[in-house]
T-cell receptor, first 111, second 116 residues
Framework: QKEVEQNSGPLSVPEGAIASLNCTYSDRGSQSFFWYRQYSGKSPELIMFIYSNGDKEDGRFTAQLNKASQYVSLLIRDSQPSDSATYLCAVIRQAGTALIFGKGTTLSVSS | EPEVTQTPSHQVTQMGQEVILRCVPISNHLYFYWYRQILGQKVEFLVSFYNNEISEKSEIFDDQFSVERPDGSNFTLKIRSTKLEDSAMYFC??????????????FGPGTRLLVL
């Protein structure tokens, strides 16, 4: 079983729509959860982190965490063509320091 | 805004040669990391470093790899005898700490390593 799983996509949404990105993780002891954005050929760029069950909002982005289901999601409201990128879900396991990444979901926002 | 910097941006080397990749972490950060990403694959953790010691390493980080903080600002990754399969983008990252609030890792722009 892969540690962090994401649907590779591509996920295509029209400009202005809500994009929903999902991630599951296998280590129930995982403590911290992150969403990074990666443009082609570039480094991961932090969008937001979450470590408590529930929702966390930051501008157009909302992260959702459900530890019982081992599930993390990212909602992007009012999607823009500039949001077109690969979105990486990452977790830090209990007592660890390493970010364990999923393969990423490619998002395409059409104008 | 403070950022992680890496040099060189690109490195081409012959198989069997040694390479050193350099990073300057964010100045008040205490934890440093190396990751790699083979083209088309996921970002993989190599090693984390704190207080001049390795705090965690992955199975990828074998004896051909080493890390060092040679002075107060640089953090280096050495690959002793490069193999074709070491061709990848190598990212350095740093964080203030390792708690939930301080453990957020910020990435440098990466060094693209090509082994011929």
């Amino acid at each position: 079983q892969k540690e962090v799983e994401q649907n590779s996509g591509p996920l295509s949404v029209p400009e202005g729509a809500i994009a929903s990105l999902n991630c599951t993780y296998s280590d129930r002891g995982s403590q911290s959860f992150f969403w990074y954005r990666q443009y082609s050929g570039k480094s991961p760029e932090l969008i937001m982190f979450i470590y408590s069950n529930g929702d966390k909002e930051d501008g157009r982005f909302t992260a959702q965490l459900n530890k019982a289901s081992q599930y993390v999601s990212l909602l992007i409201r009012d999607s823009q063509p500039s949001d077109s990128a690969t979105y990486l879900c990452a977790v830090i396991r209990q007592a660890g320091t390493a970010l364990i990444f999923g393969k990423g979901t490619t998002l395409s926002v059409s104008s | 805004e403070p950022e992680v910097t890496q040099t060189p941006s690109h490195q081409v080397t012959q198989m069997g040669q040694e390479v050193i990749l350099r990073c300057v972490p964010i100045s008040n950060h205490l934890y440093f990391y190396w990751y790699r990403q083979i083209l088309g694959q996921k970002v993989e953790f190599l090693v984390s470093f704190y207080n001049n010691e390795i705090s965690e390493k992955s199975e990828i980080f074998d004896d051909q790899f080493s890390v060092e903080r040679p002075d107060g600002s640089n953090f280096t990754l050495k690959i002793r005898s490069t193999k074709l399969e070491d061709s990848a983008m190598y990212f350095c990252a740093s964080s203030e700490g390792r708690t939930r609030t301080s453990g957020t890792q910020y990435f440098g722009p990466g060094t693209r390593l090509l082994v011929l």
